[in-house]
């Protein structure tokens, strides 16, 4: 592990090597941010998004927290999604879990978490709409790897729900919505291949916040 130094001196390395090759890069960087991506993902810090996705800094808008969660009552993941769908006009959300969560396996824990309670509620509310699929899967890494997917999708359909996301689609034909999972035994990614036309059409009978009768 590095010291706090070294950090500096990591910085100042990787900025002479930014530029050694392409003299203008921060001049670049810092002119416009418009990113077609925005990643949501878990706050562990062997996930990270640029790395993983073989992506620039300024070509991916990302937000993270523990469990890579969508809560509509969370101030900061909705400001995040509507400045990217509204201002940004990024063309894919996606959220992206993985295999060996801790906030997922901490919430399959029937124990009390203290300041962690309402927060990992969400996850533990994932397993109660899908206990019964979840439970019948005798290999408990098994269910905890399925609960990860399951989190994935529904923090989708959270994002689903907003209003941003349904009145740029209708408007524009985007955002599309993914979910994956990354795997930090193969270092890939898992694409869920959710069915996003069909998640909206389900969404719209309950959350429909456009002024139109249907989306398609």
């Given at each position: 592990m590095p010291s706090y130094e070294q950090l500096f001196e990591n910085n100042r390395r990787w900025a002479a090597e930014k530029t050694k090759g392409d003299p203008?890069?921060?001049?670049?960087l810092s002119a416009e941010h418009n990113p077609d991506y925005l990643y949501i993902g878990c706050s562990d810090s062997r996930v990270p998004a640029n790395e993983i996705m073989?992506?620039?800094?300024?070509?991916?808008?990302?937000?993270?927290?523990v469990a890579n969660l969508v809560n509509n009552v969370d101030l900061n993941v909705m400001a995040v999604i509507n400045y990217a769908v509204r201002y940004l006009s990024v063309k894919h959300i996606i959220v992206c879990g993985h295999?060996?969560?801790?906030?997922?396996?901490?919430?399959?824990?029937?124990r009390d978490l203290g300041i962690l309670n309402p927060w990992l509620r969400n996850v533990r509310d994932v397993y109660r709409l899908h206990k019964a699929e979840l439970d019948?899967?005798?290999?408990?890494?098994?269910?905890?790897?399925?609960?990860?997917?399951?989190?994935?999708?529904?923090?989708?359909i959270s994002i689903i729900k907003t209003a941003a996301v349904q009145?740029?689609?209708?408007?524009?034909?985007?955002?599309?919505?993914?979910?994956?999972?990354f795997d930090m035994r193969t270092g890939h990614l898992k694409d869920l291949q959710l069915d996003f036309p069909q998640l909206l059409r389900g969404v719209q009978e309950v959350y429909n916040l456009t002024d139109k009768d249907t989306i398609f």
């Open positions: 203008q890069y921060f001049e670049r073989g992506v620039e800094p300024g070509e991916v808008f990302v937000h993270r927290n295999y060996g969560c801790q906030g997922v396996r901490a919430a399959m824990q029937p019948a899967l005798a290999d408990q890494e098994a269910r905890y790897a399925r609960l990860v997917e399951l989190n994935v999708t529904e923090q989708c009145r740029s689609y209708v408007n524009g034909g985007f955002p599309t919505v993914h979910g994956w999972v």
